[in-house]
């Protein structure tokens, strides 16, 4: 659909009939120029009155036409494309991802693959299912860093997921740096309503990073940040060793403790992930948790069009005073 979207500019349309009917008309004075009599007559026995007069309707013409298509763009012509309905919850969704050295363990996926390979299939996944939730994404090891903020793009994020490497951030786990940066970022960008949620995974505890993970939980349970803790590793199993069957946890560095202990602070829940499947189970019910909504924002793509009236109107002022 075409609309003009200042259609209160075509009033100046009148401008010029104003200007000429209430302002004194210009003299003519220009001391500076050489009178030349004879040349004058020259000229006027060159155009007869006939072309004198036609000369002049078509000036008076093509300047109406000139004002015309100016105060045309000035009214923003626009092309107003289909209604669209985007879904957007207004909620700030944050995945904090462990990539420290021990991701580096195949126990999720029958050996097949390490776990931040299969972290990377789930949450993918999950990014792409939270439409209209504003995803950041930060990954921690012995520093955490923003990897992506906050953003309505999921395949940036999602793809900048999948292009993270085990140890990128460094060997060791500074949960609490992960919080405290998740804080930081929200501090800035947050507005009032607006519901915020940090989804932490991680296979180990605490040994890096400068803020503890209870004290980070408080200051986030203040701004009202809600945590969900993930601990990812693999059920305790027997392994043949060199002297005959022995038990291993692969998860044996997992402070199960502390996560939970953070998801209580701040209101949100821990979840156990001991493999593939499991882990996919626990982002669906985070879907479940945190629900997206659908629908409450229309938007309709908008292409500006005054650049064409414009152009032309330049060009045909460019033409009107290179001819007379």
Request: hydrophobic share 45%.
């Amino acid at each position: 659909m075409f609309e003009f979207a200042w259609p209160w500019m075509f009033l100046l349309l009148f401008l010029p009939w104003f200007v000429r009917r209430f302002l004194p008309p210009a003299t003519d004075i220009n001391p500076g120029v050489l009178f030349a009599p004879f040349l004058q007559v020259d000229a006027e026995k060159s155009v007869t009155p006939s072309s004198r007069l036609r000369l002049r309707s078509i000036r008076a013409w093509s300047l109406l036409l000139c004002w015309l298509l100016l105060v045309s763009a000035a009214a923003r012509p626009q092309w107003l494309g289909k209604e669209t309905e985007l879904p957007e919850t207004g909620r700030n969704l944050i995945l904090a991802v462990d990539v420290s050295g021990s991701m580096e363990i195949a126990d999720l996926d029958g050996g097949h693959t390490n776990r931040l390979e299969v972290v990377k299939q789930v949450a993918g996944d999950f990014i792409r299912r939270r439409e209209g939730d504003r995803i950041g994404l930060i990954l921690f090891g012995s520093e955490a860093y923003l990897q992506t903020p906050l953003t309505f793009d999921h395949t940036t994020v999602a793809n900048l997921l999948q292009d993270t490497v085990i140890g990128i951030a460094g060997r060791e786990t500074a949960i609490g740096d992960a919080i405290g940066m998740a804080i930081k970022h929200l501090k800035y960008l947050q507005h009032a309503g607006e519901e915020a949620v940090l989804v932490l995974l991680t296979d180990g505890a605490n040994n890096a990073g400068h803020v503890q993970p209870r004290k980070a939980a408080e200051l986030a349970a203040q701004q009202k940040l809600r945590i969900y803790t993930i601990g990812v590793g693999g059920e305790p199993r027997q392994v043949q060793g060199f002297f005959g069957m022995r038990m291993i946890n692969p998860a044996a560095d997992l402070d199960e403790e502390t996560l939970r202990a953070i998801a209580d602070l701040t209101g949100g829940q821990y979840f156990r992930a001991t493999d593939k499947d499991t882990l996919e189970m626990i982002y669906q019910r985070l879907d479940q948790l945190e629900p997206t909504l659908k629908g409450n924002r229309i938007v309709r793509p908008t292409d500006e069009l005054f650049i064409w009236p414009l152009g032309l109107g330049l060009l045909m002022s460019f033409l009107l005073v290179w001819r007379w």
